[in-house]
């Protein structure tokens, strides 16, 4: 909610929540500390993000992954013998060479355990930018790939680029054959059954495996020193620890008897299948934001067109490099590629935190934010997703600056959300008040027409859920589809719950909360498919339980609630880790706090109606203890998911907004006797 008048609200609560504070910090030992110095903190940190905005408005923040994508950067480069300045080179070599572990490896996460694909990346990378294998940090790193069963252990999608470059033979990667761009819709793998991210990267990666074009490699840099034996007796090639009978050796018999059928394909039909992946990558291509505006779809498709012959000078080569150099994040010491790039998430969640923190000066910010963000809508072209839902009008937002075919519902509710809550308690901040409820509604129209079956939502598509894909050898990521998950339904629910849906007046929204309610885990928390992980879903869920006013006191939220209290650090912080995705996950393991996942539980609490409570005054204490100098909070762990167990995310921004959107919100319920939380965030 945003903040009113301070003389207004001012009274009984905030005398109670100011005595709980210092009785807090006497409990523990602690300096005392109040109103003031949460005011301090949250001031700084607000004229700080303001200090980030861009010109025309919009907000974006670094987005890390681990070392694999600025690795398979440097090979792409050298794969297609492009130049890359040798300051850039070495300064991705830094990054890289900086990220080396304890262990001697390179980890999918800050402080996670050995990784040998994302090491063989890392080694081959540096290795292909000079660095010696007689250098100590090499020599480590070799151990440490051996000793993790070497280049041969590695996933799929390693092999695939190692095959491309010669490191092993082909018949070390699973066949996906180009042939699948003619199956019919009734067949069992097709790719509209497949996930967005999925479609963009097998379709070019199935045409490029099928033409198996051979690096250039100008330095002719090997890897032969990393294969425990030699790749061409390898017969056995690592699955993935999620595949298991009947759906494994039923896929794997299928493989086998591709393996020895692909050869034998006829040409012409080869040939077709190629011009429909030609033809699907270039009506999806993206201008300079890349297809499905990732690095991944991007890289592939510019291999696609090098491997069809087209020179650099072709249009379509010269806007896929530029989109590729664009993720790039280069600063005086070091260098790196990003995955993709964030704005409209960053944008959104901005301007929600900023909302809830004092000052008219903000309306002017806000403005421009909300201004930048409404042309976004991407009303005239039905992307993929309509292949599943075609009588559904377009009108949801994508996570990056373009991305036509691919809108999220995630974006589009978080943006919506804010369209909304500057209509709201928040004084009218611009002219074009109608037409930003138009776009509400058109975002409210294209969620509502997106819901799965289940009642669930998923981020790109609906009832994106044939569990049995994730089975093939060539899905041994484990993330081939895009189900309906927890903390994308939440978000859902929070819109249309702040849009004033109730679950009694709307059939939908009902399904949707029964789907949320069978879905808490016996602990009370919530899977998190998008953020680090049951902390993360847990939020999501209890702040859309709030918007749509279910009873705080109902058994659902009390679980959730004593939960998250329960899981509560010694300092005062909430933290998880990666390895809450394990397949033998059994419960909550501790992790450092960090400043979002500590928000995040601060935020879900509010929610739930806890703000005099001990628990919230000793978060609130180490969010207001840990701010630094520069009014932000110094987050080095990842608090986001791309891929559960196999691609996580680090984003910049979270450690900017979501602490500063936490406090405030403290400051505005303690402010007064109102406690209610307007917003569906």
């Not at 051979?214 to 017969?235: G, H, M, Q, S, W």
């Not at 998430?345 to 201004?371: I, K, Q, V, Y």
């Not at 879905?519 to 869920?541: L, T």
């Not at 932000?632 to 891929?643: C, D, K, Q």
Request: contains cysteine; charged residues 20%; aromatic residues 12%.
């Amino acid at each position: 909610m945003a903040r009113r008048n301070r003389n207004e609200l001012e009274g009984a609560g905030g005398v109670a929540s100011e005595l709980a504070l210092n009785v807090e910090a006497k409990n523990a030992g602690a300096p005392e500390f109040g109103r003031g110095e949460i005011d301090a903190a949250i001031d700084r940190a607000r004229q700080a993000l303001l200090a980030l905005q861009r010109p025309d408005g919009h907000f974006v923040f670094e987005l890390e992954a681990d070392v694999s994508i600025p690795a398979e950067y440097i090979l792409f480069r050298h794969f297609l013998d492009e130049p890359i300045s040798d300051e850039i080179e070495a300064k991705i070599g830094e990054y890289l060479r900086g990220r080396q572990a304890a262990h001697d490896g390179w980890p999918l996460f800050t402080d996670g355990a050995f990784n040998v694909s994302t090491s063989v990346k890392a080694y081959f990378a540096l290795k292909m930018i000079g660095d010696s294998p007689d250098a100590d940090h090499m020599r480590r790193a070799r151990a440490a790939i051996l000793a993790h069963g070497g280049a041969a252990a590695t996933n799929v999608f390693t092999r695939a680029l190692l095959a491309l470059y010669g490191a092993l033979p082909w018949r070390g990667v699973p066949v996906m054959p180009v042939e699948i761009m003619h199956l019919p819709r009734w067949f069992p793998f097709h790719l509209t059954k497949i996930s967005y991210w999925g479609r963009t990267v097998l379709v070019p990666l199935m045409a490029v495996n099928a033409l198996k074009p051979k690096a250039r490699n100008p330095r002719k840099v090997t890897i032969e020193e990393l294969f425990v034996a030699p790749p061409d007796e390898v017969r056995h090639w690592p699955g993935a620890p999620h595949q298991s009978f009947p759906w494994t050796t039923l896929f794997g018999g299928i493989d086998k008897l591709l393996q020895w059928t692909e050869p034998y394909f006829p040409q012409a039909l080869r040939k077709s299948a190629i011009d429909k992946a030609v033809a699907f990558v270039t009506e999806r291509l993206n201008g300079e934001d890349g297809l499905g505006a990732i690095y991944p779809a991007m890289a592939y498709s510019a291999l696609l067109f090098d491997a069809l012959g087209a020179p650099r000078s072709d249009p379509k080569m010269v806007q896929i490099l530029a989109a590729i150099d664009k993720l790039l994040v280069v600063k005086e010491d070091e260098a790196y590629c990003q995955p993709c790039v964030s704005p409209v998430w960053d944008t959104g969640l901005a301007c929600h935190a900023l909302m809830e923190t004092d000052g008219a000066d903000l309306t002017p910010r806000l403005n421009a934010a909300l201004d930048w963000l409404m042309p976004l809508q991407v009303k005239d072209v039905a992307g993929d997703w309509a292949a599943q839902k075609p009588n559904v009008r377009p009108g949801g937002w994508a996570f990056q600056y373009a991305n036509a075919y691919y809108p999220d519902l995630d974006d589009t509710a978080v943006v919506a959300m804010a369209l909304d809550r500057a209509a709201g308690p928040w004084p009218v901040v611009s002219t074009a008040a109608a037409d930003r409820r138009e776009a509400i509604a058109r975002a409210r129209e294209w969620i509502e027409g997106l819901q799965s079956a289940n009642g669930a939502w998923g981020a790109f598509d609906s009832d994106n859920d044939r569990e049995y894909l994730n089975y093939i050898p060539f899905a041994d990521h484990g993330a081939l589809l895009d189900p309906p998950t927890e903390d994308v339904t939440a978000r859902c629910i929070s819109l249309l719950g702040q849009l004033g849906e109730t679950p009694d007046r709307n059939p939908a929204l009902a399904r949707a909360v029964d789907y949320l309610v069978g879905a808490q885990k016996k602990d009370g928390s919530w899977f998190g498919r998008w953020g680090m992980n049951y902390i993360y879903g847990a939020w999501s869920v209890l702040c859309a339980f709030n918007a749509i006013r279910l009873d705080p006191q109902s058994e659902t939220v009390q679980k959730a609630v004593a939960w998250l209290k329960s899981i509560q650090n010694a300092d005062g912080g909430w933290g998880e880790g990666g390895e809450s995705y394990a397949l033998d996950y059994a419960g909550y393991r501790p992790a450092p706090s960090t400043s979002s996942q500590t928000a995040w539980a601060l935020l879900g609490l509010m929610a739930a109606g806890i703000v005099d409570d001990p628990v919230v005054a000793r978060g609130v204490r180490y969010l207001a203890r840990t701010q630094a100098g520069d009014g932000f909070w110094h987050e080095e762990r990842f608090t986001a998911t791309g891929f559960p167990r196999v691609f996580f995310l680090r984003y910049h921004g979270y450690s900017k907004f979501f602490p500063l959107w936490a406090l405030a919100r403290y400051r505005n319920l303690t402010s007064g006797n109102h406690r209610s939380i307007l917003a569906g965030m």
